[in-house]
């Protein structure tokens, strides 16, 4: 598949079939994303792969996250959503900086945004290599209202990024609207 085909055809899937993904075959979107540029080559990422039962009880602490969002707000989103999808999904994959974020200077501002920037690029790597695997993914961030829960239970100290799930697609959603790039583009000062 060439690399503009599958930016074309990747969609955020939120309904999975329940068969296994081949652990050969997560193996490979892991190493996409580790083929990501980033910032000083620093690669800040890395990566937990969870199934079943250990996928679950993130989803349970997104809803516990949840309830607490809507006993505050009384909306807690597309929490409960993503937690479903969580669970439904055969495959979670946790991501992490595990350059901890220390201090709140400057510099330190810098590299937390250029860290982010490079963690970005390595999830997308992984997303589109899903696609040429024919397999379905969506990025998820939602799990971060439950960070401090899940990392507790993880024994992560550093940063949670986001959560990708991942797995043979059950639907095939219609592309999302994208502003056009002309709309989002000025050539020089304007
Ligand atoms: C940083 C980021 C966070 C996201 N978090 C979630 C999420 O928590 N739950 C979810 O269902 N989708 C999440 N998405 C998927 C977006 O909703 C989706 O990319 C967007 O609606 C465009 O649809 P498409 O991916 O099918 O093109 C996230 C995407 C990005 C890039």
């Known amino acids: 598949m060439k690399i503009g085909e599958a930016i ?5 899937v939120r309904k999975y079939q329940s068969q ?3 652990r050969e075959l997560i193996g490979q979107v892991l190493e996409a994303a580790t083929l990501a540029p980033s910032g000083k080559n620093a690669q800040p990422w ?3 792969v969870l199934e079943g ?26 929490v409960r959503n993503s937690a479903r ?20 200077g400057p510099l330190q501002q810098v590299l937390w ?8 690029a390595a999830i997308q790597n992984l997303l589109l290599k899903a696609v040429e695997l024919g397999l379905g993914s969506v990025w998820i961030c939602n799990v971060l209202v439950a960070r401090e829960q899940i990392s507790t239970w993880l024994g992560r100290e550093d940063e949670m990024i986001a959560a990708v799930a991942l797995g043979w697609p059950a639907e095939e959603p219609a592309a999302r609207p994208r502003k056009p ?7 020089g000062r304007g």
């Open 181 to 187: 790039w002309q709309q989002v583009t000025q050539w």
């Open 8 to 12: 074309i055809k990747r969609r955020s």
């Open 85 to 104: 999808i969580i669970r439904e999904a055969p495959v979670v994959i946790m991501v992490y900086n595990p350059r901890k974020r220390e201090g709140a």
């Open 46 to 48: 890395e990566f937990i």
């Open 20 to 22: 296994p993904v081949p």
């Open 53 to 78: 039962q250990e996928k679950d009880t993130i989803a349970d602490m997104m809803e516990a996250g949840a309830e607490q969002l809507e006993a505050m707000s009384g909306s807690s989103g597309s």
């Open 113 to 120: 945004t250029v860290d982010t920037q490079s963690v970005g």
